[in-house]
């Protein structure tokens, strides 16, 4: 029970949503929350958003021709959607969400 105050204490609301997530079976796994948490964000789609970015998606749509890119679109919608299974996304009492990527 320590361990769980200590990593909400330090992680904040989040950790408490992780625990809950993956259990107490393992406590090894608790250690694991820095690994897998990608932050907080309003709303999820300004984490896919951001992520983008990072990994160059952007960059690479740049590459189009300039006369096919209004047909070009990137839906964020359908991407939260897809991902929702890889990522725990919970509401956090300020408004923003916490992302926590759950795939091993």
Same mark, same amino acid.
């Given at each position: ?8 204490? $330090? +992680? *904040? $609301? ?5 625990? !809950?997530?993956?259990? %107490? &079976? ?9 690994? +897998?948490?990608? *932050? &907080?964000? &309003? ?5 896919? &958003? ?12 740049? %590459? ?12 964020? $919608? !359908? ?9 725990? /996304?919970?509401?956090?009492? +300020? *408004?923003?969400?916490? /992302?926590?990527?759950? %795939?091993?």
């Amino acid at each position: 029970m320590s361990r769980i105050a200590q990593g909400i204490a $330090e +992680h *904040g $609301e989040a950790f408490g949503h992780w625990v !809950a997530h993956i259990g %107490t &079976e393992d406590l090894d796994q608790l250690d694991a929350f820095e690994d +897998h948490y990608r *932050g &907080e964000w &309003e709303p999820f789609k300004a984490y896919i &958003e951001d992520y983008l970015e990072d990994t160059g998606f952007y960059a690479y749509l740049d %590459t189009i021709p300039e006369d096919m890119r209004g047909y070009v679109e990137v839906d964020l $919608e !359908a991407i939260a959607r897809d991902w929702g299974g890889d990522y725990l /996304v919970v509401e956090l009492r +300020h *408004g923003r969400v916490a /992302v926590v990527d759950v %795939t091993d």
